[in-house]
């Protein structure tokens, strides 16, 4: 699976993913884009975008958009990879498109 990784997810979180082609969008040239195009530009590309920006579902329209995104309810690393296996399966059993939101424990 292709999977971009938002400006405020820890890069460290590609190794939780490994066996999938992670990306960054920093990675991609596209630091400081807003949700809106970013997301644009991630559809051709990716399969999931993974962010921890909490208003993603409420700042865009994401009916009909082509591509899956997870939003982590934290961006602390130690919180991410004490949960790896909950990020992992989440992963894995997303869907083609739609939005998930993945509570991480505190």
């Given at each position: 699976?292709?999977?971009l990784?938002?400006e405020?997810?820890p890069?460290?979180?590609r ?10 969008a920093?990675q991609m040239?596209w630091?400081?884009?807003?949700n809106?195009e970013?997301?644009?530009r ?9 962010t ?6 409420y700042q865009?329209?994401?009916t009909?958009?082509?591509i899956?995104?997870?939003e982590?309810?934290?961006n602390?690393l ?9 990020v992992?399966?989440?992963?894995d ?6 939005l998930r939101?993945?509570?991480?424990p505190t």
């Amino acid at each position: 699976m292709k999977i971009l990784l938002d400006e405020c997810v820890p890069l460290p979180v590609r190794e939780i993913l490994g066996g999938h082609d992670c990306r960054t969008a920093q990675q991609m040239g596209w630091k400081n884009i807003g949700n809106g195009e970013l997301l644009d530009r991630a559809e051709g590309e990716f399969d999931l975008f993974i962010t921890a920006d909490q208003g993603v579902r409420y700042q865009q329209n994401l009916t009909g958009r082509k591509i899956a995104i997870l939003e982590l309810s934290t961006n602390k690393l130690r919180l991410l990879q004490a949960a790896s296996n909950q990020v992992k399966e989440a992963v894995d059993s997303i869907g083609r498109t739609g939005l998930r939101r993945l509570e991480i424990p505190t």
